[in-house]
């Protein structure tokens, strides 16, 4: 089974539309997050979740709305969509924010967006 | 801020040669540091990981890591270099205010016969 599981894999849309990417884990975490990586495979931190509540957002436009229905959801929302919203996002999970700045991120395989 | 820092963005071996991958860290207080490798076409593994527990951290697949507080450094190294290593690896220290990761832009490693 799949730990970290993300759809879709691949998502081509045009300039403007509105889209969503969801990730899901079966790890039994309790946080998620979402990362960014740009065409240089530089990864970032978008936003961070605990059982449910938003922990980190660290400086991503408004266009982008995270939401988790559970704790083991964590689902990517991103309005009007631009040419530089391109990039590959993934999810990660690990087991409790609490645990400490130790524990292990468990990474999705990504979701590769390109906006034309 | 913690940060890290690694050197050469490309790293190129032979088959069986030694791998050694750089990553300096900048941070006030004892870090957490993580390799991490990216696949082609895929998600991130990680690798090992050093929490303080042994300078010396084994991770997979034959891989490991030493950290060394003099130099601020945590290289990854493997003895011996397979083709199936050719891959992006990362190296991340955990922000100890929020348990969120701060990666190094990455080194490729390239593998020939």
């Known amino acids: 089974d799949t730990a970290v599981s993300q759809t879709p894999k691949y998502l081509v849309t045009q300039m403007g539309n509105d889209k969503s990417i969801k990730c899901e884990q079966n790890?039994?975490?309790?946080?998620m997050y979402w990362y960014k990586q740009d065409s240089k495979k530089f990864l970032k931190i978008m936003f961070s979740?605990?059982?449910?509540?938003?922990?980190i957002n660290e400086t991503v436009p408004n266009r982008f709305s995270p939401k988790s229905p559970d704790k083991a959801h964590l689902n990517l929302h991103i309005n009007s969509l631009e040419l530089g919203d391109s990039a590959v996002y993934f999810c990660a999970s690990s087991q409790d924010f609490q645990t400490g700045p130790s524990d292990t991120q468990y990474f999705g395989p990504g979701t590769r967006l390109t906006v034309l | 801020a913690q940060s890290v820092t690694q050197l050469g963005s490309h790293v190129s071996v032979s088959e069986g040669a030694l791998v050694l991958l750089r990553c300096n860290y900048s941070?006030?207080?004892?870090?957490?540091l993580f390799w991490y490798v990216q696949y082609p076409n895929q998600g991130l593994q990680l690798l090992l990981k050093y929490t303080s527990a042994a300078t010396l951290v084994k991770g997979i697949n034959g891989f490991e890591a030493e950290f060394k507080k003099s130099e601020t450094s945590f290289h990854l190294t493997k003895p011996s270099a397979h083709m199936s290593d050719a891959a992006e690896y990362f190296c991340a220290v955990s922000d100890l205010g929020f348990q969120k990761l701060v990666f190094g832009t990455g080194t490729r490693l390239l593998v020939s016969p």
């Open positions: 790890l039994g975490h309790d946080t």
């Open positions: 979740y605990n059982n449910k509540e938003l922990i």
């Open positions: 941070s006030s207080v004892p870090p957490y």
